[in-house]
């Protein structure tokens, strides 16, 4: 069974930057590693859909959110079955919970992982928090 597990999620300051991690762990019955997955962000607020942020996709394309495109980036080190989320400049409006989330399908075009519905496993979720 394929396990996310998100940390770094931490009260910060207006302006502040914030790395999030991911660690992957585990197989599904494929045996997939996570380089094979497309590994995404979203985002959550009480009483809001989940929002989604940033993906990268098992060949490498990426795509982030208008709303946060210049200042977050995602990466993704095979290596260590982890994923990124990299906050510069964040702002009042960032604070959620963070979500990590992997997708088996392989689908052609990145548009396509900015909906949650695409996405098999879950985190747990790491609460952000930034003060003005």
């Known amino acids: 069974q394929v396990r996310l597990v ?13 790395r999030l991690s991911c660690v992957f762990s585990g197989r ?3 045996g997939r590693t996570i380089s094979t997955y497309t590994m995404g962000w979203f985002r959550q607020v009480p009483g809001k859909e989940r929002e989604f942020v940033a993906v990268i996709t098992y ?7 208008g709303s946060v495109k210049g200042r977050f980036t995602i990466s993704k080190d095979n290596a260590k079955d982890t994923v990124y989320l990299q906050m510069n400049r964040l702002r009042p409006e960032d604070t959620a919970l963070y979500y990590c989330a992997a997708s088996s399908p392989f689908y052609a075009s990145p548009d396509v992982y900015t909906d949650a519905h695409v996405y098999d496993y879950w985190g747990q979720g790491t609460q952000v928090t930034v003060s003005s």
């Open 6 to 18: 998100e940390s770094g999620g931490r009260w910060v300051q207006s302006g502040d930057s914030l």
């Open 59 to 65: 060949n490498g394309d990426i795509d982030v959110a």
């Open 28 to 30: 599904d019955r494929s």
